[in-house]
């Protein structure tokens, strides 16, 4: 259900705000799909009833009025466990709310609970969680992306309207896609990340799953915009023009042998391409220089990011801790081998390894330099282009465990998703075809994202 019926629901008096979420929460309940970690049933209550003594004396909706939103697990809410998805974090209760909630608050919105995600979003398919995967609502036996699995998930179950995750390298937008909804990941620090457990700090931008772009406006307006506590956070310029499609100048990549796009995608891919070229726009096929490394030097600035960002786990400052141990170096080791799974262990492992003296140049270094270089291009581009469009993914969703002992399986289809998070450029991801899987990443120039969004609902409105 989008916003608009929502309303239309509450207006005509069809259904009332505590039945609406009292209802949904009986759905979690029956659906078992593991969306949620943990719930926030009493308070969603709560304001459903306040909310409904609101409408008794005002019939006008608006905004977020009664809107369920569900909250990936790495966003803090005061006095609401948040876990990251960790046996570190298993009974964390944050003292304060991250700004994004914080914002959220103000308006008339619902948060439903703390949606399931891989352990402190490291993966791409909710399997490296301490809680267990999430089922996909689309396809049961398809893995249902990740890392913010639960968040696309509730969107896709109904189980809520609106989900914020995270995006580091596609986490909004892959199980957005895997999911057959929609996924935003905004310009770097247009939501801003304060209060958001950080992964990979350069590459983190909390992003928005829905099920259609005007939803996603909604909630982005409500809380997005440069904030005192986080100062990587950024205000937008308003965008009030109306789109002609045919006015665009549209940049599609090609999809060149080696990026291994699968038949599926790629056919799909074209057709979407051929139903935008019908109205008369202006589309030129372009290249990427490097694009099929930039696996390799998302993983490298990644792996270095995390295993500084994660070292204040460490059962002192945040995290679980043991009882027993004979010294220092026992009680770090006992605890990250007690309360971290495997992935994030391996990327605490890689991180020193390409931050150490000995590998700095060979690695980190070279990374950046490639980052500066696909900056550069993408900065070109937009002198010229309105939009860059490719797949979202290069293939279909897995089946579901298949991902579980598989460490490359988190790499495995971003290589379109990457390019934006290098680059801090924002991107959504539509389904090319509602109840199809494959989907259309769509990506604007750094900061222009309410075009980008008003470009993205009429593209919506023609490829579906
Ligand atoms: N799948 C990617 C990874 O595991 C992206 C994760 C993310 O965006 N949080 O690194």
Not at 237 to 247: Q, R
Not at 437 to 445: T, V
């Amino acid at each position: 259900m989008d916003i608009k019926s929502l309303h239309e629901k509450y207006s005509n008096g069809e259904m009332s705000v505590y039945s609406y979420i009292e209802s949904l929460f009986n759905k979690i309940e029956k659906d078992n799909y593991n969306t949620f970690i943990t719930l926030n049933k009493e308070n969603a209550l709560e304001k459903a009833k306040e909310l409904d003594e609101k409408l008794k004396s005002s019939k006008e909706i608006s905004g977020l009025f009664g809107v369920p939103v569900a909250v990936k697990d790495n966003i803090l809410t005061k006095d609401l466990r948040t876990t990251a998805a960790s046996k570190s974090l298993e009974n964390f209760i944050p003292m304060y709310d991250a700004k994004i909630i914080e914002r959220l608050k103000n308006t008339d919105a619902i948060i439903v609970g703390k949606t399931n995600m891989d352990e402190f979003a490291m993966g791409g398919s909710s399997e490296t969680s301490y809680f267990g995967p999430t089922i996909n609502p689309f396809d049961n036996a398809l893995t249902p992306g990740g890392s913010s699995s639960g968040s696309a998930a509730s969107i896709a179950a109904e189980e809520a309207v609106l989900a914020f995750g995270s995006d580091t390298g596609g986490s909004v937008r892959n199980p957005a896609d895997f999911c057959n909804v929609v996924g935003f990941a905004p310009t770097y620090g247009a939501l801003p990340r304060m209060g958001s457990i950080s992964m990979s700090n350069s590459f983190d931008r909390i992003g928005i799953n829905a099920n259609n772009v005007n939803d996603v406006r909604e909630l982005f307006n409500a809380t997005r915009g440069k904030c005192d506590t986080d100062f990587t956070s950024i205000d937008l310029e308003d965008f009030d023009e109306d789109i002609d499609l045919s006015k665009l100048n549209v940049a599609v990549i090609n999809l060149k042998d080696e990026y291994k796009v699968s038949p599926q995608i790629k056919e799909l891919f074209e057709e979407s391409i051929q139903k935008i070229k019908e109205l008369n726009v202006n589309i030129e096929y372009i290249d990427i220089d490097h694009l099929d490394v930039i696996g390799e030097v998302y993983t490298v600035i990644m792996c270095v990011e995390v295993e500084s960002n994660i070292a204040k786990i460490d059962g002192l400052r945040y995290g679980q801790s043991v009882v027993e141990y004979d010294s220092t170096d026992d009680f770090y080791i006992k605890n990250r081998t007690q309360f971290f799974g495997e992935e994030v262990k391996r990327r605490i492992v890689l991180g020193n390894f390409f931050a150490s003296k000995d590998n700095e140049q060979k690695y980190y270094k070279q990374a950046m330099k490639l980052r500066w270089a696909y900056k550069n291009q993408i900065d070109e581009l937009f002198k010229k282009y309105d939009i860059i469009l490719s797949p979202t993914t290069i293939a279909l969703p897995r089946k579901a465990g298949e991902s579980k002992n598989d460490a490359s399986s988190s790499f495995d289809v971003g290589i379109f998703n990457y390019l934006t998070n290098l680059t801090n450029v924002p991107s959504i991801s539509i389904p090319m075809e509602k109840g199809k899987l494959g989907s259309l990443q769509i990506m604007g120039n750094r900061e222009e994202d309410m075009k980008l969004l008003k470009i993205a609902e009429e593209i919506e409105g023609v490829i579906r």
